[in-house]
């Protein structure tokens, strides 16, 4: 697994060649909204470094976090040679010091045209295509990638994926529902794999959660089926996030934490 991924060998010290004393440090997918700005927030108010990964330039405004501009890396990860590029450049910024978490949280769960549900009898070839490739290679070419500097970090990985990898959703298409099935395999097989070199791998499942990802219809359709009777927020799953990434939870790997109101009770 190590060195697989990414461009070749440079001058850049080797991780763990730079003692472990600075802030803890974290790469972020998926960080300009929803989730993951609720996580970059939290983390960020601990004092950690966040390295954020999106589309989108960084926003000043939106993002009040201190180091932001130097830390985020703007990448499409749907192109997996714009990743490779992009692994490079997390590289360089870390500059041989140790990576502490990994959250692959970027996510698309497209729709059809008028806004429906993608079906198995349905999905565009290239809306798959494109569905695994953000979901699901993204993840693991990012883990495999910075597998070095998690080692270095004795870090962990955290997996974002879903309620629907494990049923039918009214709303979430099929391809977006198999890549979060096989993001919970991937996760632990990777947890498996990656255990001996001290490195811990879970995930987060969430239910619903008010996030631009959302169909305008989900919370009032929905909410009132959960227990819980309410959607959640982007905070409430950034605070379990933030548990994994913590020495509390230093004997928990392979798993995958349900985040929705007793949805599924
Ligand atoms: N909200 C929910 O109810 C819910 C439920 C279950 C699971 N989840 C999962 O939670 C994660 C976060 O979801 P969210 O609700 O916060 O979604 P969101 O508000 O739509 O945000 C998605 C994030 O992913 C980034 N992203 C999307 N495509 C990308 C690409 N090709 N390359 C790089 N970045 C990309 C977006 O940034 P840019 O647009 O800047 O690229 C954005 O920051 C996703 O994995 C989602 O599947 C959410």
């Excluded at 850049?12 to 974290?26: F, H, L, Q, V």
């Excluded at 830390?71 to 500059?95: G, P």
Aim: net charge neutral.
């Amino acid at each position: 697994m190590p060195g697989t991924a990414g461009p070749g060998p440079s001058a850049r010290p080797e991780p763990a060649a730079i003692a472990d004393t600075g802030p803890k440090t974290m790469v972020l997918t998926g960080a300009s909204r929803g989730i993951g700005h609720a996580t970059v927030r939290l983390f960020a108010e601990s004092g950690w470094r966040i390295i954020t990964c999106s589309r989108q330039p960084f926003n000043r405004d939106r993002c009040p976090w201190e180091e932001g501009p130097d830390d985020h890396v703007q990448v499409d990860l749907n192109d997996h040679r714009a990743l490779a590029l992009a692994i490079h450049d997390i590289k360089a910024r870390l500059a041989g010091r140790p990576l502490h978490a990994l959250i692959n949280n970027a996510g698309i769960s497209p729709k059809s045209e008028d806004g429906g549900r993608l079906s198995s009898l349905t999905t565009p070839v290239a809306t798959w295509m494109e569905v695994f490739h953000v979901n699901f290679l993204a993840p693991v070419l990012l883990a495999r990638g910075l597998f070095d500097e998690l080692k270095a970090g004795q870090g962990t990985v955290v997996n974002v994926t879903s309620i629907v990898g494990s049923r039918v959703h009214p709303f979430a298409g099929t391809a977006y529902a198999t890549s979060k099935a096989a993001l919970a395999c991937l996760t632990r097989e990777m947890a498996h794999d990656l255990a001996p070199h001290g490195i811990r791998v879970n995930a987060i499942a969430p239910g619903e959660i008010k996030t631009d990802i959302l169909s305008p219809e989900t919370e009032e359709r929905l909410a009132p089926l959960i227990p819980m009777r309410r959607v959640g927020s982007p905070m409430e799953v950034a605070k379990v996030l933030y548990f994994l990434c913590s020495d509390a939870a230093s004997y928990v790997t392979g798993e995958e934490i349900h985040i929705n109101g007793g949805q599924t009770l």
